[in-house]
């Protein structure tokens, strides 16, 4: 007796455990039913394609993808362009979100930069006297040249009459030292005579010849036959406008030299960033594809501005260690600038239309809203951002050109409703136009062409 009545609790318990059961899962779905209630089915193509029912699109034969009322409730609180995408299309698309940070820290500030020769050290060769070049040296362009190296002689007419005066006033120089020595009168002449010497001397200098051949003409006494072209100082040829046989003009240029030990690297700054390069400021320069740093110093001279580029040149000057740098080279300037606590976001996060720069934010579990934003400066792959975000809201840094497209998209569906569908006449009601058309059909049966006529639906095409 007691083994059947535990069997019948044990029955009756089963039995309410199972109803119970029964109950939850009924008003769970129910209630999920309820949360995920489907306003209506749109064309993942066309969105402005919309039906009550599930199906295929008519135009792509895709599957109508559901509008759950919570997403509609979201959307409709939510700024124009906003879209929502779930969790797959986003791993498809590669979209990433992350949070916005305000903080400080330090970039590169990198410019392109020009080698110049320093103008101080460019020496320019010039004729003082029409003449002819004799003999040229195997020296060109871009060749190395010591410092009193023979480049080239020249002869010149013009220029005898100074060379025989220059040699007479040594003579008389060599007669008045050696009067005034015997006691004689004609000692009294000798500062006039070296006063006439240094005369002599400056004029030969403008004539081209160099203070070494004038020793070697007051050494020897002996008429030249040409007159040497030498060398300044150490440097590299970059102008040579001679050849043999060549007759010259007066001011004509022959060598121009450049001593290369320092140069200038003239970088182009945008206004916003010459408040970094103070005159004194060191900077890095970094020759591209090569393995070489210098070391450079912001010049004193006020930067120049070029109304071409719309930049200004700002002169750096670089120790030319082994004459690596040479003239019209570019190089890349980099100098190291802080940065105060502020709103900044990776690069890849701003769309960048030229005319406004737009973010999208995450207003939700996969809902995303555009939103126009101002920028600041740059900070490597970093941007500031002056104004429309704050620290902490989540936006999109990579796949938002996909999220833009989607976000075009959805403007424009919200811009034009779709078209409704004409109501269909009631059968009860027969026009002037049905009848007659219904009369035709029941005496021929077909169309004119003696085929059967297809019915064609003149509405707007969705889809």
């Known amino acids: 007796m007691k083994k059947i009545f535990y069997i019948l609790l044990l029955f009756i318990f089963a039995t309410?455990?199972?109803?119970?059961?029964?109950?939850?899962?009924?008003?769970?779905?129910?209630?999920?039913?309820?949360?995920?209630?489907?306003?209506?089915?749109?064309?993942?193509?066309?969105?402005?394609?919309?039906?009550?029912?599930?199906?295929?699109?008519?135009?792509?034969?895709?599957?109508?993808?559901?509008?759950?009322?919570?997403?509609?409730?979201?959307?409709?609180?939510?700024?124009?362009?906003?879209?929502?995408?779930?969790?797959?299309?986003?791993?498809?698309?590669?979209?990433?979100?992350?949070?916005?940070?305000?903080?400080?820290?330090?970039?590169?500030?990198?410019?392109?930069?020009?080698?110049?020769?320093?103008?101080?050290?460019?020496?320019?060769?010039?004729?003082?006297?029409?003449?002819?070049?004799?003999?040229?040296?195997?020296?060109?362009?871009?060749?190395?040249?010591?410092?009193?190296?023979?480049?080239?002689?020249?002869?010149?007419?013009?220029?005898?009459?100074?060379?025989?005066?220059?040699m007479l006033n040594l003579g008389a120089e060599d007669r008045f030292k050696k009067s005034a020595a015997e006691g004689s009168v004609e000692g009294q002449s000798l500062a006039s005579a070296n006063i006439n010497i240094q005369q002599r001397t400056q004029q030969l200098q403008n004539l081209g010849m160099s203070p070494l051949q004038m020793e070697e003409i007051r050494r020897t006494r002996q008429y030249p036959d040409s007159i040497r072209i030498i060398s300044p100082a150490d440097g590299f040829v970059i102008a040579r406008n001679v050849s043999p046989g060549q007759k010259f003009e007066r001011d004509t240029e022959w060598y121009r030299i450049a001593d290369l030990r320092r140069v200038w690297i003239v970088a182009d700054v945008f206004a916003g960033d010459a408040e970094y390069l103070q005159p004194g400021r060191q900077v890095r320069v970094r020759l591209p594809n090569k393995n070489k740093v210098f070391q450079g110093r912001v010049g004193s001279t006020l930067p120049q501005f070029d109304a071409a580029a719309r930049t200004l040149k700002v002169r750096i000057e670089v120790v030319n260690q082994g004459y690596v740098l040479r003239p019209d080279m570019f190089v890349d300037v980099e100098l190291p600038v802080t940065f105060s606590r502020t709103v900044v976001v990776p690069s890849s996060a701003v769309l960048d239309s030229g005319l406004k720069q737009t973010v999208f934010v995450e207003r939700g579990e996969g809902l995303f809203s555009p939103r126009i934003v101002e920028i600041g400066r740059r900070f490597d792959d970093r941007v500031e951002i002056v104004k429309g975000l704050e620290a902490g809201e989540r936006i999109v840094i990579t796949g938002n050109f996909l999220v833009s497209s989607e976000s075009r998209l959805q403007e424009a569906v919200e811009m034009y409703t779709p078209a409704t569908a004409p109501e269909a006449p009631s059968p009860n009601v027969n026009t002037a136009a049905g009848s007659e058309a219904q009369n035709d059909l029941k005496k021929t049966g077909a169309g004119a062409a003696g085929q059967p006529i297809i019915a064609t639906h003149h509405g707007r095409r969705r889809g």
Not at 17 to 44: C, E, I, M, R
Not at 97 to 121: H, I, M, Q, W
Not at 129 to 140: L, R
């Open 16 to 166: 309410g455990t199972f109803f119970a059961g029964s109950w939850y899962n009924q008003h769970k779905t129910s209630s999920k039913s309820t949360a995920q209630k489907v306003l209506y089915y749109v064309d993942p193509m066309h969105p402005a394609y919309k039906s009550d029912k599930p199906g295929i699109a008519p135009d792509c034969g895709m599957k109508l993808v559901p509008v759950y009322a919570g997403e509609r409730k979201a959307e409709a609180v939510a700024p124009a362009g906003t879209i929502n995408i779930d969790p797959a299309r986003q791993q498809l698309f590669g979209v990433r979100v992350d949070p916005v940070e305000k903080t400080s820290g330090s970039y590169n500030l990198r410019l392109l930069g020009r080698v110049a020769p320093d103008e101080a050290r460019v020496y320019r060769l010039n004729a003082g006297i029409e003449g002819f070049i004799q003999e040229v040296s195997p020296a060109t362009t871009g060749s190395f040249v010591r410092k009193d190296q023979v480049l080239a002689t020249f002869s010149s007419p013009m220029a005898a009459m100074t060379i025989q005066t220059y």
